[in-house]
């Protein structure tokens, strides 16, 4: 009886002294994925990151904006986070100018002087399931990679790639059930999966709190 009246009381002076020392530190956070992958961080001083993100021929045919959609949400995210961004704008004009494509990495890299490139390559990006009429439920896959760009040997102006990080990325959203269509339209639905998948996407940047990564619909 002793013991156990010991093993309650640590359990519950425990619990306090965790609850009072998130009162006053708040949540511990997690390390980014990537930096636990490659021991490095986009925060790093006097360092920029361009952020790509593309989309495959299914996904582009049916969603013509996503990528752009996208791209703008996580490059936002990225900067609240206090990363070094290349203007998604200017970025976007450069790729306008050389046929819609960007076909050289280092040479995106060398002439926007972006020290890390974000590349994001969506395969997979859906709402509505055939199988549940009338029901949405946002589903999507994504290759994600990050190439860090230096100096060529003998050649300060011009920037080679290595690839440092790679990851897939999947999400399905609302995780259990599907949102019934009478409940809200399509477009507002649309608007919050793009929101969750580029919130998603963001944080394997950033450290962030674990119930962060909780929505009140999963």
Known sequence: LLGVWLLASCQTGCQIVTGVMLIFQGRP???????????????????????????????????SAVDLDLNAAISRRLKNENIRLVDPHVAAKWIESHGGE?????????????????????????????????????????????FEFSPAEGDSKTKIARRIYSTPFTLKYPERQ?????????????KRFTSEVSDGIAKLFYDHRPDEDFTSLR
């Open 178 to 190: 599907p949102v019934p269509a009478d409940r809200e339209s399509a477009t507002v639905f649309r």
């Open 102 to 146: 960007v076909e050289d990495l280092a040479e995106i890299a060398t002439e926007l002087k972006a020290d890390y490139v974000v590349q994001i390559r969506l395969d997979e990006f859906s709402y509505s399931n055939p199988n549940s009429p009338g029901m949405y439920q946002g589903t999507t896959q994504a290759k994600i990679q990050v």
């Open 29 to 63: 956070e997690l390390k980014s994925d990537f930096e636990r992958q490659t021991r490095k961080s986009l925060t790093e001083k006097d360092r920029q990151v361009l952020v790509l993100c593309t989309a495959s021929e299914a996904v582009a045919r049916e969603f």
